[in-house]
């Protein structure tokens, strides 16, 4: 794969992978969001008896690590249709956020938990 | 903003953020997938009552489209954090991904509902 | 089975079935309020692609039903062993809540959509 | 509130508050479903940074107990909306479930963990 790894690259590709499959008339926001939920829950599910010192090795388990990988781009798949649906620009809105949140959570001189 | 929207940079940004606050006490690999799940639902909840030609004008609503931004933001940043605490490529992750999908899904001829 | 079906008893014997397996450890109100959350998406996942009309038709499909069925039954018991291990009466605090919902929705004359 | 604590006489409950309002429209058992899992993550984010220990002592916090116990409220109303919607009778599939468990995990001699 020599394609530059780029969201917008990788939200064409899936845009286009929809429409090759006549997937598209699937693919309203409320069922891409229903999806993205879906599979942010199969990404929990990993972790769901975990202690945090074990979730903090998942990566290291040669069965676990790729599952984790797996649903990260099943999140990401999603979000990225999602956004694509809607004309949404996700850097964006998270660039935006993150201006944001910098004035909304200031750092504290001595820091603090929240 | 005259920084270039960037995963990677964003990603930077986010752990700056939260190593500044000294949040990432709180950022272990369970906490963070849950609440990406978390905001994935949030997301959900906008379209619950839609129907789903509704769910497809949710833009045109001054009132919701913040929202749905603003969640869309949320969704990122949780992933791009998880991606940051165990070494995932979340790009890279995805890219994998489709091309594994391009083999399982191949297009018929004739496109047919899956 | 002769037992009576009633909420009380089967929370009894979901609490007995994690004693006798030694899985009380893993029975942290945050880990069964996750694993709750994951089932409540399992049972979302049955009908992500579906339209609002075949929704209301799955029970007539013999394979999806039990399927159904399945999943309730995994929120109901997650739903009553977070409420073991944090002493909450779930029915109580469900006759408390539609008490309030009754307030805090009064029936219009003429209903209207909310 | 004199009337007896019956699962039953709460889903009937349920169902006249939704039909009084015209709410039925909106009860799909796809729309429950993902309402069903937006409040299972409303429960899952009042834990989402705490320890285990921490999510072991939220009912002692007098700002946190009713929000857990209303959270739980929502939950199960929604189940039973859904069951209701779908004619399955939630304490049957329970009853069921446990029976299969109970022969899917048998008791070792020693227990060990899962």
Known sequence: MTERLDVAV???????FAT??????Y???????????????ELVEIFQWLTPEESARVM????????????VADVLAYL???CEVLG???LAALAA???????????????ESR
Chains 1, 2, 3, 4 share one sequence.
């Open 27 to 41: 693919h309203t926001p409320k069922n891409l969001a229903a999806a993205l939920s879906v599979e942010a829950s």
């Open 60 to 71: 290291r388990d040669p069965d676990t690590a790729p599952r984790v990988r797996d649903e």
């Open 97 to 111: 956020k993150i201006e944001r949140n910098e004035s909304r959570f200031p750092v504290r001189e001595v820091p």
């Open 10 to 16: 990788l939200q064409r590709r899936l845009a286009d």
């Open 20 to 25: 090759a499959r006549d997937w598209e008339q």
């Open 88 to 90: 949404i620009d996700a």
């Open 80 to 82: 990225l249709q999602f």
